[in-house]
């Protein structure tokens, strides 16, 4: 069974930290790319940020860069997102989700998707 499991969410102040995890089942990890996805209530769900299979390059949407970064553990199938300077817009459900490709493609061309942690950030 594929799984991707999302933890780490919580309750964070403005300017505070969280890392998030994904850890992927059921599927072989290297040959995905995985990306993490955040839906914050009333908007349309945005990629944020990705890592290829392919060559481990990573891609930052521009409201996080500098602020998140991305790392695999293909040794335990876990992607984390690293999350710092946190603020009240980054407020929204975050999910990682997996791609056959190389991740940068539109929402639909992924595989696999976790169920979502919620990441509320206090201003």
């Known amino acids: 069974e594929v799984q991707l499991v999302e933890s780490g969410g919580g309750l964070v102040q403005a300017g505070g930290s969280l890392r998030l995890s994904c850890a992927a089942s059921g599927f072989t990890f290297d040959d995905y790319s995985i990306g993490w996805f955040r839906q914050a209530p009333g908007k349309e769900r945005e990629g944020v940020l990705c890592i290829s299979s392919k060559d481990g390059s990573t891609y930052y949407a521009d409201s996080v860069k500098g602020r998140f970064t991305i790392s695999s553990d293909n040794a335990k199938n876990t992607v984390y997102l690293q999350m710092n300077s946190l603020k009240p817009e980054d407020t929204a459900v975050y999910y990682c989700?997996?791609?056959?490709?190389?991740?940068?493609?539109?929402?639909?061309?992924?595989?696999?998707w976790g169920q979502g942690t919620q990441v509320t950030v206090s201003s």
């Open positions: 989700a997996a791609d056959r490709g190389n991740g940068l493609g539109p929402e639909y061309e992924y595989d696999y």
